[in-house]
């Protein structure tokens, strides 16, 4: 057992029970990945810890010779002389010279970027700075389990609560070698409101498979993180279909009507084959002002092969932390953190659990099913199973910080062994 349609099909056998519908299969797929998120998230397994770099940033000023220019009919665009704006820059903080601060919503080259909301109108202005105050932690990252300075050998830094540092009034003013990591928000965008209007387009030339059902959605790109996705629409394409014609996309520009103004407030559009349970995956990032667009199923231009493919991760809020010194120069953290994985939506999708108790979830749907139906005897005997298996699976798999050793003290009875055996608490 090892994929997404080896598991559905254990559960109809315990069953003996498939009707064959797709509703029905749905159903089933969506009990599977609801164990599978839960249990994912409920131990520190070792099998779904990973680490990644986190960028720390030193903040960014005018000078003479680095100036910017807002100007009053773009109070959003902030266009930059001898400056080096980055895409590392979305997200954070602009300040202008009257001090107001404003998060940076897109970075759309080295001398411009666009801002979240309006600044005040200045020219060749050189008091203007950008912070780096908090960060975004991975996209996939459910809990920071540890941070550490590898590159100035300063090892695991402190890692505390926003509590504690209101305690202890760590000033973000101060600038130095941070060596304090303090939780932050959990920030989340808002979602499209509406789904996306498909339209199937008669004609030839397109790609799109005939007599099969798409599945399209899409979400918005801004200030350096991703929102839900809207609601999700759906079309079935016909032996003449060449391509579907998408509508109904919001207009994310801002200004009144008749002067709107471009926010770079990106949209980014995914498809899902459904007829035969592929996964969602991008097309391609859309403008603000683009309403309409048309896919004729080409391949997506920015993916040489199916293994560069984009595959959407609806991952809820997004967590920020902040370093304690703000950090006066680059450097490269390294954070190992429990990460969240991918619903399991395609056939071929495998749990990233070993493989061994890949049945852990059958057990647990297989309960959920029995309770529901009112077989209690045989919903008990599937929850002693899962249970049973989850021991097995926390014994074998638990993250070393969580199994407790008590050890016995060195003595001259043992004087041949520098520790007893040890014994979990």
Not at 67 to 93: C, D, E, K, N, W
Not at 185 to 191: A, E, G, K, Q, T
Not at 238 to 251: G, K, P, Y
Not at 408 to 424: T, W
């Amino acid at each position: 057992m090892s994929s997404l349609s080896d598991i559905v099909q254990r559960v109809h056998d315990q069953l003996d029970f498939n009707p064959g519908l797709q509703q029905y299969k749905d159903s089933v797929v969506r009990r599977i990945n609801d164990h599978y998120l839960q249990i994912s998230d409920n131990d520190h397994w070792l099998f779904m810890q990973t680490s990644t770099d986190l960028n720390l940033k030193a903040k960014v000023e005018g000078s003479a010779t680095v100036t910017v220019t807002i100007a009053a009919a773009t109070p959003r665009l902030v266009t930059g002389s001898g400056t080096a704006f980055s895409s590392a820059m979305a997200g954070h903080v602009f300040v202008g010279s009257d001090g107001t601060e404003i998060t940076i919503g897109h970075v759309e080259s080295t001398t411009e970027l666009y801002l979240a909301e309006d600044a005040t109108a200045v020219s060749g202005d050189t008091a203007w700075s950008i912070k780096f105050d908090k960060y975004p932690l991975p996209v996939d990252c459910v809990e920071a389990l540890g941070f550490i300075d590898r590159a100035d050998d300063r090892g695991r830094l402190r890692f505390i609560d926003r509590r504690r540092e209101e305690l202890e009034f760590l000033d973000v003013d101060d600038a130095g070698e941070p060596f304090v990591v303090i939780e932050d928000d959990h920030l989340s965008s808002r979602p499209p409101f509406e789904a996306p209007t498909l339209v199937a387009v008669t004609g030839t030339g397109g790609r799109l498979k005939k007599n099969n059902e798409y599945e399209y959605c899409y979400t918005f790109a801004f200030e350096g993180r991703e929102s839900p996705p809207s609601p999700v629409a759906s079309i079935i394409t016909t032996s003449t279909t060449a391509r579907i014609r998408i509508s109904n996309l919001e207009d994310t520009q801002y200004g009144a009507l008749g002067v709107k103004q471009d926010s770079k407030k990106e949209k980014i559009l995914y498809r899902r084959d459904k007829t035969n349970n592929g996964r969602w995956y991008k097309l391609e990032g859309i403008g603000a002002s683009v309403v309409v667009r048309t896919d004729n199923g080409t391949f997506p231009s920015y993916a040489s092969d199916f293994d560069h493919l984009i595959y959407h991760q609806d991952a809820g809020p997004r967590q920020y932390v902040r370093f304690w010194y703000t950090s006066d120069q680059d450097r490269a953290i390294k954070v190992r953190y429990q990460m969240r994985p991918r619903r399991l939506q395609a056939d071929s999708d495998a749990p990233i659990w070993p493989i061994q108790y890949h049945a852990l979830l059958v057990y647990a749907v297989l309960e959920d099913i029995c309770m529901q139906h009112g077989a209690t005897g045989q919903a008990q005997l599937w929850e002693r199973r899962k249970q049973d298996a989850l021991k097995r699976m926390r014994n074998r798999y638990l993250s070393r910080t969580d199994r407790k050793y008590v050890r016995r003290g060195f003595d001259n009875r043992r004087a041949n062994f520098r520790f007893s055996a040890p014994v979990k608490t």
